[in-house]
């Protein structure tokens, strides 16, 4: 069976295992103080036209949510996301369980505003409520939808008034950022971030984040927080060496542009074949509306997710490319659902 289920299904793109392979026997430092790491740190500060950011490598996004958060706020704050943001769902209480709770703020598609910001601020007044001090993001979203300037600078706007730290997880922001209706750029991030990390798992890389910190006031003592938290890998090493090859002749851009490229080619074809969408996204994730029917068929020759029960016979269903998925698969996949449709024209009714 093909999988749609993630972007992580593989392992690493081929650059990174031969880099990985060709100095497997060199020794260096551990705990990401090592040439490797020292490399990757400047080409990300080169990348984001910040020379100041400090730059700290981690196996996973839950371990950055979790450190970055409980690192920058104090014991009765609270940090705002959207209500699918992916500290408020899937990171089971992770932020949480390090004593910050999370508040839902209004939005749509996925996203954050301003005003929703703003209402959530305003609604927690004493001190016999949590203190709301920093703001969520995610770019692209849980949904595949991306923040313009527009929008990331009323956000920012909203946190410079309130005094609100803005956090900004890139779990997939390479994808947000090759996405045709995109304005944002790596260098705007300074102006809008006081943090955010880079995400390597979900674009090539065997696994890792870089978590980038602008902001002067969070970065005081973050190594101490990372090792705490259990973040702190002794063969740091690996981590920067394959952030040094993602960033590398444009690798990184390179990787997220195909999975982009293979999503918007699997939503174009699904519309043209009658099958609405949830929402229509323009990065590598697509929320194709189908009935049980048609999914059913489906899941026998792939792997998919589902994402919201619209009705009795409907559903909302996720499919998510990768940095490796092929084009032929794409096309597969399209052709064994035109099959579907063209020997039962029933399973298309709506």
């Known amino acids: 069976m093909y999988s749609f289920n993630n972007d992580y299904s593989e392992g690493a793109c081929s650059e990174i295992i031969n880099v990985l392979n060709t100095s497997n026997l060199c020794q260096s430092v551990g705990y990401g103080l090592d040439e490797y790491c020292e490399s990757a740190r400047k080409r990300i500060q080169k990348q984001l036209h910040c020379d100041s950011c400090d730059v700290h490598f981690v196996v996973g996004g839950t371990q950055c949510n979790q450190i970055v958060i409980a690192s920058a706020l104090r014991p009765h704050e609270a940090v705002i996301a959207a209500i699918g943001g992916h500290i408020n769902v899937h990171e089971t209480g992770a932020i ?77 922001l390479p994808m947000a950022l090759v996405a045709e209706d995109n304005d944002v750029k790596f260098d705007d991030l300074q102006h809008y971030c006081d943090v955010c990390y880079l995400g390597g798992t979900k674009c090539g890389a065997l ?28 063969k740091g090493r690996l981590l920067g060496l394959q952030f040094d090859t993602l960033f590398k002749d444009d690798l990184y851009l390179r990787l997220a542009r195909h999975a982009v490229d293979m999503a918007q080619r699997l939503q174009q074809g699904m519309i043209e074949l009658g099958i609405s969408m949830y929402v229509t996204t323009t990065t590598n994730q697509i929320f194709p509306i189908m009935n049980r029917d048609l999914i059913q068929h489906m899941e026998k020759h792939y792997l998919f997710q589902s994402w919201e029960r ?11 490319t990768s940095w490796a998925c092929e084009e032929e698969a794409v096309d597969e996949c399209l052709a064994w659902i035109k099959q579907a449709i063209d020997e039962n024209p029933d399973i298309m009714k709506q």
């Open 96 to 172: 949480e369980a390090c004593g910050h709770k999370v508040l839902v703020g209004d939005g749509s598609d996925g996203k954050l505003t301003g005003e929703g910001v703003r209402k959530v601020v305003e609604a927690h007044s004493d001190e016999h409520m949590v203190k709301p001090a920093m703001v969520y993001l995610s770019d692209a979203t849980e949904v595949g939808t991306v923040y313009t300037k527009a929008e990331l600078s009323d956000l920012r706007k909203v946190c410079d008034e309130y005094g609100l730290y803005m956090y900004l997880d890139g779990a997939r």
């Open 207 to 234: 696994f890792g984040e870089a978590v980038v910190i602008f902001n002067e006031a969070l970065k005081k003592d973050f190594r101490y927080q990372i090792k705490q938290r259990g973040g702190l890998l002794a």
């Open 310 to 320: 619209l009705d009795e016979t409907h559903e909302a269903v996720r499919f998510v």
